[in-house]
Structures are given as C-alpha cells and as structure tokens.
C-alpha cells in the first residue's frame, strides 16, 4: 500500500477541448446513466453526469464558443456533504466526494447545496430504452427513482485497477486508471491522475500557469483542476 | 362592597363599560359553560357541507401523492437547478403560521395580558394542526419516502446513523419537540374544560371527556399543579418556538447558494412566521366568531388587541426585510445582483410586488382602529398578509434557485398539478381539523375566562369606580 493516500484529480484541458461530448456518451454507457428523452430534458431533467456548458464570447460577427465539461468538482470542502441528513454522500480518504445511492432518500438538499449543480436526480423511473438496456454495466448499480447520483470518477474503474496491481504486487503506474470520459477524449483534453504523486502528469499539469479551479472563491478545493483555454478555443 | 352594589349604579357609563370588558355583567357560571358548550353541539347542514368538501379535497390531494409516490418526484413540477418547489415553501408556511399559537399563548401568559384569554385555545389548536400539516412535507418531498425511517436515530445491526451536521436533522427534532410540546400545552389547558363539558354532556360525549378529563374535579391541588405545570410550559416552550423557525431558516441559510446564505435569515423567518401566524389567527377568529356565533367571547377588544400585535410584527418584518436586502443590494454580487434582478425587474416581478403590496397595505390598515376593530376588514388584512407570507416563502425558496453560480444551469420553475392539490390538501386538512375540533372540544376556554372574572372586580374608592385585578396567577 501506499505511504500516503492518493488524491484522485482530473485535468480539463480547455485549450484542446472540442465540445465534441463524446466524454458524456462515454459517461452514460459506463456508468448506467438513464435517458430521459426530449420532455424531460427541456425541464431541465437530464441526467448526464458531465455535461459540456457552451457559453457565448462577444458579439455577432465576433463571436466564440466557449466549451468546458463540467463534472463533479469532487471538492475537499463539498458543500454537500454536510447537508445530507443520512450520510449517503461522504468524503472518502482519497478525497473522493462519494455518493451511495441505496442510501439516498431524496431530500435533494445536496443539489440545493452543490454551487456547480452537477449533481443529477431521479426525477422519474429510470429508463433505458433498446438497445441500452443490454449494455449495463455490472459493476455500477442502476439507480431507482428518487435518488441523487453524480460523477464519481469512475471509482470502479479505479477500484478495479488497485485491485489487479496489488494482486500483481505493485502499485497502479501512473495513466493506468482512466474514467470512462478520459479514455474516451479524443483531443486528449481530460487526464486523471494521483496529485500526491509529484512525478504524475496530473501534478506536472497542476503547476501549469493557466491552471484554475472552477469557483475557486468559494473555497470548496475541487479536485478537478482546468487549464485556461486561449485563442485556439474558437 | 359586593358586585350588587356596583350594578345599583348602572347611570354610570364607566361601570358598565367595565363589566361589559371584563365579562361580569349579568352571566353566571353555569351560563357561560352553556354559551360555550351549545354552538358545539349545533351542527347545521352548511357544517356537514363544509365537513364533506374540505374531505373530499384532501381525499384528491391523497391520490396526488400517491401518484407523486409511484410516479416519482417527476410528476411535480421541481427540476434541475429548482429542486426545491411549492413543498418547502407550504413546509415553511405552515411552521411559520404554528408560531402564533405559541405567542399568544405562552408569551402573553407570562406577560399576564388578560385579553389574551378567550383566544388562546384557539392559537393553541391553530398551532398543533399547522404543525401537523407541516410535518407532512418533509415525507411528501421525500425522492424515496419508504425510506424516511433512516432519518432516525435507532440503532441497527448495519451501524449506520443520521448525520447531525444536516439542518434537516436538526429540523426533524426541533418540529418533533415543539409539536409535543405545544400538544401537551393545549391538552394541558383543556383538562379543566373537558371536566366542565364532562359534567354537561352525556352519550359518547361523555365518555369521550371522562376519558380525556382524566377524573378532574377541580380541587386546590389540582389547580395548583396544573397553574405550575402551565407555567414551565409556557417559559420552555419559547426558546423551541424561537428554535424551530431558526433551524427551518437554516436549511437555507447554510448553504452557500447567493441570497440564502445570509446570516439575518433566522431572525427574519422567526419575525415573519409571528407576522404571518398572527395574521392567521386573526383570520381564523373572525370566521370561528361568525360559524359559531361566539361574538360575546371574541369581541373587538381581543380583535383590536391582536390587530396591533399584528402591526407591530408587520413592521418588525419589514425591518428585517429591509436589512436583509439593502445590504444585498448594496453588495452587488454577480449573482445576488441577478437574482435581485430577477425579483424586482424579471420574471419573478409579478410575484415580488405581490409580496410587497400584500405585506406592506395591511400594515398601513392596521394602523387604523376601525380596520382592527371591524371583524371583515381585519379578515381582509390578515389575508393578504398570508398571502403575501406564502408569495414571499415561494420567491425564498424558488426565486433563489433558479439563479445560480453557473449561468448554464439556470432554469425555471413552475408547480404541477400534483404540487398544487398536495398543497390545497394540506390546507383543507387543516380546516378540516380546526372545524371538528371546534365542534368536539370548547373552543372559548372557561376556565381561563372565569378565572379572569376572579382577578378582577370593580371596586369603589370614594365616588370613583375603579377595576382592580388580584394576583392570583
């Protein structure tokens, strides 16, 4: 085992970032996340755990999209936690802000709380219409109606990989646990990583001058570090 | 000098202006057990009407949250980023209106205000079904209601327990702890009453009050120990009062969302629930007064009395308003000037001036003595407070979340009809409760007014009347 815990972060490169939302399709095929069709989304009903928030710069003609994915912040300091009356969303020692589904009663009082609102809820039952329901994933429970559930940072890939490398011996190398949104980034634009580890390329990213955290005045710490995008964003 | 004597001078306007106050001209006792006892037992048809439609609409209001239940929270009208709606809204609506009972009750009996008298019972009642109609919604906005029992602190093999740093935690206790209180506190007050109605009624009447009566009989202990017993009431009973507001407030307040987060907000929703609790009562006696014909109990003194209390808590919200949002204003946040924005000039406008205008015109009427003292023109003024109190708790929780930190998550809200007749059910469930209570239990308390009638008399000193009061409190 490891001297210190790790600190699971993610990197969101807003520079490469196309806006192409091939990570929330990943997303929703690995982690079991229902559709909830076309009605449902104009209520503001989607349940997509990483969304990409598109946000207009300057005037017509002059006018850029800005795309940043935005997912579960995973805070140190989450707003969330404290506010749920039953413990269903608690800090983990890595610093995963972890949420347990089968212990959620629906108060919703962590959505209220979340400043980033990436927290999504089972408005109705869930559905997944053919042929999604022949690709659930074994290893992330499907979520019943009335209940919170949020990005996780795939903890069960991570749990998976920990597993298959202790068994061998050593420890995950560095790249070697990727969520389901990282793997599947075409630009490259998300890396996950353990910040405790100074010689992963999360911690070389995280010292990057352009590096921010989303509402850092808020004081929350998220654990998902972006990279300012520049000019090549257009 | 006996009473007799006080009546041989009845060209004396100022005497009989006191007996009438105080209650001592011309009733016995056994009369006034009759006057209160007799419109409980007159059930006209229009009562059976009223019984039936308020029935059928919490029956409706039933199947609304069976559906929500089966359905899913979906079929309400909350979304993604409001996903609080019209349920915490009604939730803090009813705590704030249960907060009335308490004040005139408890507060007014340790200030020994004797026109609080013949209307406590009625705040006291008031309180006790608000708060029962309010505890409904912490299950009824539950995702997974079947599950509400992990709310409770009892021990299991699974080692799991609630978590106390939540407000909803500290919410479920302190509405659980001023629910029991201000239930004993007006059963309390009722066994006195319930042993008079006892030794005046008969059939399942009787039985029903020998039961609850609890084999009163009045005697100097019995008096001394309910006197002590409602006396700690009514001093514990006010710090839970002044708490369960403040933690409801909380459930806001705690959270870093813009314009929630404010420090001011405890004492605000306390004065607001006095405001709109008060207002309530005062709504709630003139249509008792009227149904039940109870005009020589409730009379414009007590009318014109909670008319001021009314007023003063009225300004005392619009100070604390006022502090709240000038600093807000003031302060200009990004978000905060949007949400402010919102209210004032956007989309929630029409529900902002709503709130203004129903708060703020009935202030200006109270002022008047005429408006507190004419039983339609104070039912006018107190509904537009409560109005104006449920407007002002739909834009806090609502108005509040449709803005956020991240402007791509804004969003919208409006109620279903699952929301709305969930709440139009909590409150006919209401009425319903209050006008069987009216019928089943005294609603004027006897004993209280007759011990009013011991504490004072008129005396003459000279060739002067005066009203004296004993301490026999």
């Known amino acids: ?234 | 000098m006996s009473e007799s004597e006080v009546l041989a001078y009845p060209e004396d306007s100022s005497a009989a202006e006191f007996e009438d106050r105080l209650l001592l001209a011309e009733r016995t006792s056994s009369e006034i057990n009759q006057a209160v006892l007799q419109p409980m037992f007159r059930t006209s048809w229009k009562f059976w009407a009223l019984v039936i439609f308020l029935s059928l609409l919490v029956l409706w209001g039933l199947f609304a949250w069976g559906y929500l239940i089966y359905w899913g929270m979906g079929t309400a009208g909350i979304n993604r980023p409001v996903y609080w709606g019209f349920f915490i809204a009604t939730f803090v609506f009813w705590v704030g209106i249960s907060h009335a009972g308490t004040m005139i009750s408890a507060v007014l009996r340790l200030l020994k205000a004797d026109w609080r008298r013949p209307i406590t019972r009625g705040a006291e009642a008031m309180t006790a079904f608000a708060l029962m109609m309010a505890g409904l919604f912490p299950f009824i906005h539950l995702g997974r209601v079947w599950k509400f029992y992990w709310m409770l602190p009892y021990p299991n093999n699974r080692l799991m327990w609630p978590n106390f740093q939540s407000p909803l935690m500290w919410d479920m206790v302190a509405i659980f702890t001023y629910f029991i209180g201000s239930t004993l506190y007006l059963y309390l007050a009722l066994i006195p009453d319930l042993a008079m109605a006892r030794d005046h009624t008969g059939k399942w009447r009787q039985k029903l009050y020998r039961v609850l009566s609890l084999g009163w009989r009045g005697t100097e202990a019995e008096w001394h120990k309910l006197h002590r017993a409602l006396s700690i009431f009514s001093v514990a009973i006010i710090p839970i009062f002044l708490s369960v507001h403040s933690i409801v407030s909380w459930d806001f307040a705690v959270t870093i969302q813009p314009r929630w987060h404010s420090t001011i907000f405890a004492p605000y929703f306390v004065v607001g629930a006095i405001y709109s609790g008060l207002a309530a009562l005062a709504c709630i006696l003139v249509i008792v007064r009227k149904g039940m014909q109870l005009q020589e109990f409730l009379r414009s003194e007590h009318f014109d009395a909670l008319g001021k209390l009314v007023l003063v808590a009225g300004m005392a919200w619009v100070y604390f308003w006022f502090a709240g949002f000038i600093v807000e204003w003031y302060g200009n946040e990004p978000v905060t000037r949007e949400l402010i924005h919102e209210e004032v000039a956007g989309s929630l406008a029409p529900l902002f001036y709503l709130q203004m205008s129903a708060n703020l015109i009935p202030i200006v009427m109270l002022i008047f003595k005429k408006v507190r003292t004419t039983p339609w023109l104070l039912l006018v003024a107190t509904l537009l407070v409560n109005v104006g109190m449920f407007t002002e708790r739909v834009l806090i929780v609502v108005g509040n979340l449709q803005r956020n930190f991240m402007p791509f998550n804004w969003g919208e809200y409006s109620p279903t009809w699952v929301e709305v007749s969930i709440v139009v059910m909590t409150f006919a469930g209401f009425a319903l409760l209050y006008t069987i209570f009216s019928r089943i239990f005294p609603y004027v308390p006897v004993w209280e007014i007759k011990e009013g009638r011991l504490r004072y008399t008129v005396r003459r000193i000279g060739r002067l009347l005066v009203p004296t009061a004993a301490e026999i409190e």
């Open chain 1, 1 to 234: 085992m490891a001297e210190i815990e790790p600190r699971w972060v993610l990197i969101v490169d807003l520079d490469r970032c196309t806006g192409c939302q091939a990570c929330v399709v990943a997303c929703q095929a690995e982690n079991n996340v229902p559709t909830v069709g076309e009605h449902e989304t104009i209520e503001g009903r989607w349940l997509h755990w990483i969304h990409i928030e598109r946000y207009w710069e300057g005037e017509y003609p002059n006018i850029k999209a800005r795309f940043m994915p935005v997912m579960c912040q995973q805070c140190t300091a989450a707003p969330c936690e404290p506010v749920c009356p039953v413990f269903a969303t608690y800090h983990t020692p890595e610093g995963l802000n972890a949420q347990i589904y089968n212990r959620c009663i629906g108060t919703r009082f962590c959505g209220s709380a979340c400043p980033y609102k990436t927290r999504t809820y089972n408005w109705l039952r869930p559905e997944f219409p053919e042929p999604l329901h022949e690709q659930l994933n074994p290893d992330v429970t499907v979520r019943s109606r009335g209940l919170i559930e949020k990005c996780t940072f795939c903890v069960q890939r991570i749990r998976r990989i920990e597993i298959e490398a202790h068994a061998q011996g050593r420890e995950p190398v560095d790249g070697e646990i990727q969520p389901a949104c990282v793997q599947t980034c075409p630009p490259d634009a998300l890396v996950f990583g353990d910040l405790n580890d100074p010689s992963s390329r999360v911690s070389q990213l995280a010292t990057s001058h352009r590096s921010f955290k989303l509402l850092g005045e808020l004081g929350t710490d998220p654990g998902v570090i972006y990279l300012k995008g520049g000019e090549t964003n257009v």
